[in-house]
């Protein structure tokens, strides 16, 4: 008997492990992970008037470079490098600078698509940016909308740079998992 009881159960695991995850009802789909590369340019202006990156804190005064310093920020996401191309959607989210040693910032951003294929949906990004370096990785670690159970990474490379403001465009390609 303990035999037979032994034997239905490991039956009815393997009956519910099989299903798990399915659905009866018509049209449902299983799911297919997709590879995508999208690249845009974002465009952080932190002077003037129409500054799109703005303190919310300031350094700490002793400290180089810019240690302490946090920027909120809602930056522009364009298909080329020029300010007036295509909009694609927002950089929103604040970068902070980290280091004590060099010029590093903790980045979370959500990448909000406004137009395009992916319009509606948004990316999430969280990592460690070291600007003056010639290219910068970051690690995509979410999204919603086509971007649901999104992961990746960012590539990050300067395309300008106002020295004298520090305002800033930025080429990202981003190399995105999701379903």
Not at 12 to 24: D, E, F, Q, R, V
Not at 90 to 119: H, I, P, W
Not at 132 to 158: K, Q
Request: with cysteine.
């Amino acid at each position: 008997m303990a035999r037979l009881f032994l034997f239905s159960f490991v039956l009815l695991l393997c009956a519910a492990s099989t299903t798990a995850g399915s659905s009866s009802r018509p049209g449902n789909k299983k799911l297919k992970e997709k590879l995508s590369h999208i690249q845009f340019y974002f465009h952080d202006v932190v002077s003037g008037r129409n500054a799109t990156a703005v303190p919310v804190t300031k350094p700490a005064e002793e400290h180089f470079p810019a240690f302490g310093l946090i920027m909120m920020m809602d930056d522009l996401l364009t298909a080329g490098p020029d300010p007036k191309s295509q909009p694609v959607g927002r950089a929103q989210g604040f970068y902070a600078s980290v280091s004590q040693e060099d010029l590093c910032f903790l980045m979370a951003m959500n990448l909000v698509f406004t137009s395009g294929k992916y319009n509606g949906s948004v990316l999430t990004v969280l990592g460690r940016n070291p600007p003056l370096h010639a290219v910068r990785e970051l690690p995509i670690v979410g999204g919603s909308g086509l971007f649901r159970f999104a992961r990746g990474y960012a590539l990050a490379r300067t395309h300008w740079l106002n020295q004298t403001n520090g305002d800033a465009i930025v080429e990202y390609n981003l190399h995105v998992l999701h379903y």
